[in-house]
């Protein structure tokens, strides 16, 4: 049945409906209306038609307040109908009544009415009746939504049967439908492009000798046990990869997909087939070449890693990560994941993290330096890039790092800098000894030539071994300051010197005793207070060296205005001792003097023993050592000297 067809039938029933109930109520209008899908019928004089007049929302609005009859003998007395021309002066209607269609549900779905143009009431059979119409239009109306939904649904069917079978025939894989036992029931054309056979040649045939070949009949056996040892359907298709044979009983690869329907109580299996022969293939390709790529990778000597969008490794090479177990687990993760698995410092991943998000917001090649310590505890420094990789959308599909161990490189540049500096020293060291020799040389050596011209020139015997005698004292000033210099050199390049825990009082008592003289002499005080460190570990002869000239300074330098006070102390600082020597002699004016304080040849004092070689000799002694040496002084108010003994802590606990 059409639904042309059905709509004409539903109209004739409503129609003859309609007019028992306008004889039944002698009305001359009636009208049946129906909300849910916005149609109406009325019945007049001037035959059947449709009409949405009582559709409006006021009807839908009043029934679902007022389910009961609604009778109005005379409307003209009555305000419910004011807004409404069919009730008012322009229309002739005088009297209404109507019924509310409600369902099972509980739910208004229309009304039933009836209405004339004479004022009247209705008796209570015209009552009974009109609300016995109402039933029968409801049932009308949902036989008809039944007939209606069922005729869509065929339809429907129709459709999904045809398209269906448009697509069971112009599938792109082969699709093969067989029963519960295996026999071959449907054979799309694209199974005879792959197979061989036409539909009429396999069809009732059994599917496993026809198309699975023998050795992955087991294959075949497990998938399908799969499915029969369940009761319940399963909707999921199952796939696996399986030797199949053609018609000429050659071989090939097949991507077999398999799922099972019931239709009618019947189980029927569906199988979606694709020649994988050149996926196959290609794949064999791809992975011979992964495998012939990654045995590169892995076999060069630098790091290589390389990470996805979201910065999670998917390939690291033995470079990076030699053990194997290790490799396996990065895999997936990011460093994050990766220094936690390890108990390293978190703060590698922030760096690494860093350097990435960089790489991938600039798009341009990232390099960096990082130091890890290795199994056995060295620091191993790398020289690492980072060259984000885009696809054709531009979009960043992969992040390639690469690590360059450059530990020798580092230490040879460290080398180079401590040579550089050594020479810079040397340099330095070399204008010094240039700046003596033609300072404290050039006096003695002009001396030697002009008694060298006396005596040539003198014919005396006895005047001439005077001027030989006088050879003596510059010849022995000119030795002691060639001594002094070749010592400062020795300093300087003796590195290796061995040191050795020091007593400082010892030390300190031991150029007392030596100054004794001076000390008496002058009548000093010298005091001492070693509570904080009492012990240096240095070596010997370069510590009481340094004792010795800050000491014999204080006292070469002391105030004729007051008697020499000379005071010594120890404190602590990061593990490092800091010797202090504190006097009230003359001082020293730092403003004038501060940057020529410590160089070799220079002297800030008039004393006839002042060569300006003492304190450069302890600056020597001190910074060969790794030490500090500084000074506070002012003119008239004395000096403190401060020396750093480095990593002293050790041997001062107790």
């Given at each position: ?9 539903s ?5 003859d ?20 899908t916005?149609?109406?019928l ?10 949405e ?9 009043y029934?679902?307040d ?6 109005i003998?005379n ?7 004011d ?5 008012n ?7 209404y ?28 059979q ?5 609300k016995a ?8 109306h ?7 939904a069922l005729?869509k649904?065929?339809?429907l069917s129709k ?11 112009n599938?792109?894989d ?29 069809i ?17 056996f497990k998938?399908l ?6 009761r319940?359907l399963q ?8 030797c199949?044979?053609r ?7 097949i991507?077999?997909g398999?799922?099972s ?7 029927y ?12 293939l ?13 045995s590169?990778?892995?076999k060069?000597?630098?790091d ?9 490794y ?5 470079g ?11 895999i997936?993760k990011?460093?994050?994941?990766y ?5 390293r410092?978190?703060?590698?991943a922030?760096?690494r993290?860093?350097q990435?998000?960089?790489a ?15 199994p056995?505890?060295?620091m191993?420094?790398?020289l ?18 690469f690590?360059l161990?450059?530990?020798d ?21 070399l204008?010094?000894?240039?700046n ?18 006396f005596?040539e020139?003198?014919t ?22 060639f ?5 400062s050199?020795?300093?300087k390049?003796?590195?290796?010197i061995e040191?050795?825990?020091v007593?400082?009082f ?20 010298v005091?001492?207070?070693f ?11 370069y ?5 010795h ?7 070469k ?19 490092n ?11 020293i ?5 501060k940057?020529n ?20 000799m ?19 108010e ?17």
């Open positions: 049945m059409d639904t042309i067809t059905s709509v004409t039938k109209e004739n029933a409503c129609k409906m309609l007019l028992l109930v306008a004889q039944i109520c002698r009305t001359k209008v009636t009208a049946i209306s129906f909300f849910d916005q149609t109406g009325m019945l007049d004089d001037d035959g059947l038609s449709s009409s007049f009582f559709n409006d929302d006021f009807f839908i609005a029934y679902l007022h389910p009961g009859i609604l009778i003998p409307i003209g007395h009555s305000r419910l109908f807004s409404y021309g069919i009730f002066g322009e229309s002739s209607n005088q009297f009544a109507g019924v509310p269609l409600i369902d099972a549900n509980g739910m208004l779905v229309g009304h039933l009415s009836v209405m004339d143009d004479a004022k009247r009431p209705l008796s209570q015209q009552i009974t009746t009109l119409f109402a039933g029968q239009f409801l049932t009308l949902q036989l008809q939504q039944k007939v209606t005729e649904n065929e339809e459709n999904n049967e045809t398209l269906m079978e448009a697509i069971f025939h599938a792109n082969a699709v093969i439908v067989m029963d519960n036992k295996g026999v071959i029931l449907q054979w799309n054309p694209k199974a005879t492009v792959i197979f061989g056979w036409s539909g009429d040649e396999v009732g045939k059994s599917f496993r000798r026809t198309v699975i070949a023998e050795e992955s009949y087991t294959d075949y998938l046990d799969h499915y029969k040892t369940r319940q909707k999921n298709s199952q796939t696996i990869e399986i199949a044979c018609n000429d009983r050659s071989t090939f690869d991507s077999l398999f799922s329907t019931i239709i009618f109580g019947q189980r299996y569906i199988c979606s087939i694709n020649d994988i022969t050149d996926q196959k290609i794949t064999t390709k791809l992975d011979k070449q992964k495998e012939f790529y990654e590169i990778l892995n060069l000597p630098i290589i890693a390389v990470f996805d969008a979201n910065h999670r998917i390939f690291v090479n033995p990076a990560i030699r053990n194997e177990e290790l490799r396996k687990y990065i997936g990011d460093d994050y994941e220094a936690i698995y390890r108990n410092d978190i703060s590698i922030d760096i993290r860093a990435f998000l960089q991938k917001s600039t798009g341009k090649e990232i390099r960096w330096e990082d130091s890890l310590p290795n056995q505890g060295m191993i420094t790398h690492r890039r980072m060259f984000p990789v885009h696809d054709e959308n531009g979009e960043l599909s992969m992040v390639i790092g690590g161990d450059i530990t490189r580092k230490v040879l540049e460290e080398k180079q800098a401590t040579l550089v500096d050594n020479l810079s020293k040397q340099n330095t060291q204008i010094d000894f240039c003596i020799v033609s300072h404290n040389l050039r006096a003695p050596l002009v001396n030697m030539s002009m008694l060298v011209e005596i020139e003198c005396d015997v006895d005047e001439q071994k005077v001027f030989v005698s006088k050879f003596r004292p510059v010849l022995s000033n000119l030795h002691t300051t001594n002094e210099l070749v010592e050199i020795q300093i390049n003796n590195l290796e040191r050795e825990n007593d400082l010892d030390s300190v008592q031991r150029t007392l005793n030596t100054l004794q003289a001076e000390i008496a002499q002058l009548d000093a005080k005091e001492m207070d509570s904080a460190a009492s012990v240096v570990f240095y070596p010997p002869q510590l009481h060296s340094i004792i000239n800050l000491i014999s300074n204080s006292l330098y002391s105030s004729p205005d007051r008697k020499p006070l000379i005071k010594m102390a120890t404190s602590l600082d990061k593990g001792i800091i010797f202090s020597i504190n006097d009230n002699g003359l001082g004016d730092l403003i004038k003097h940057d304080f410590f160089k070799i040849g220079k002297v800030f004092h008039r004393h006839t023993n002042s060569k300006g070689f003492g304190l450069f302890t600056k020597t002694q001190v910074e060969a050592m790794g030490g500090m040496i500084w000074v506070e002084s002012a003119p008239g004395g000096s403190t000297f401060y020396i750093e003994f480095k990593n002293q802590i050790a041997c001062n606990e107790k």
